[in-house]
């Protein structure tokens, strides 16, 4: 699991880079966040709180490429899941 969990944590510091460097490459980064969910949504033993930071920055680059449905269902996903937490 740790081993997992250091390759989202790779792939999403790989975004950040891509999307910085590179002249906010967006396609790039959301091919890269993609990577991290998958990885991410298939462990056991879920991390929540990086799962909602990838979800929140795939929000973000689609709405960089003009989208607007898609981050606005992602944000809600995120809000349901942060209640279900607190709850």
Same mark, same amino acid.
């Given at each position: 699991m740790y081993r997992?969990?250091?390759l989202t944590k790779y792939f999403l510091e790989?975004?950040?880079?891509i999307?910085?460097?590179?002249?906010?490459?967006f396609d790039?980064?959301? $091919?890269?966040l993609e990577k991290a969910l998958t990885l991410l949504t298939s462990q056991e033993d879920k991390d929540w709180d990086l799962l909602m930071k990838v979800n929140r920055a795939v929000a973000?680059? $689609?709405?960089s490429l003009g989208l607007e449905n898609e981050p606005e269902m992602i944000l809600a996903r995120i809000r349901?899941?942060?209640e279900t937490?607190?709850?």
């Open positions: 997992k969990s250091a790989q975004c950040c880079i999307a910085i460097s590179y002249y906010f490459k790039e980064a959301k $091919l890269l973000g680059v $689609l709405t349901t899941i942060e937490i607190r709850s």
